[in-house]
Nanobody, 126 residues
């Protein structure tokens, strides 16, 4: 069964850190490129970070140097370490999976991702 379940969201002050987790089914974790997206009500879903099957990553310019995606292949978890959080990082964060690798995944176009989690809310306050 295909499954993506996010956790780790919460409220944090600006400048703080959070780590999001995405528990994936084994089939997804082994065969799909995985990524993090975020969405604010009324705005389009935005790609944040991708973690490809070969371990390569890509990041949105807005989070480059602050966020780090990683993966635990033994536990089938994808993580997003978020440091130096800003008010504009407030959003619902989603884990997603795309079958194809390379630019198809790392370009972070939402339409390229087949499977999605239910999301976890991150709220950054001043």
């Amino acid at each position: 069964q295909v499954q993506l379940v996010e956790s780790g969201g919460g409220s944090v002050q600006a400048g703080g850190s959070l780590r999001l987790s995405c528990a994936a089914s084994e089939y997804i974790a082994r065969n799909y490129c995985m990524a993090w997206f975020r969405q604010v009500p009324g705005k389009e879903r935005e790609g944040v970070a991708a973690f490809d099957r070969d371990g390569s990553t890509s990041y949105a310019d807005s989070v480059q140097g602050r966020f780090t995606a990683s993966k635990d292949n033994a536990k089938n978890f994808l993580y997003l370490q978020m440091n130096s959080l800003k008010l504009e990082d407030t959003a619902a964060y989603y884990c997603a999976a795309a079958y194809h690798s390379g630019d198809y995944c790392k370009s972070l176009r939402p339409a390229n991702f087949r499977f999605w989690g239910q999301g976890t809310q991150v709220t950054v306050s001043s």
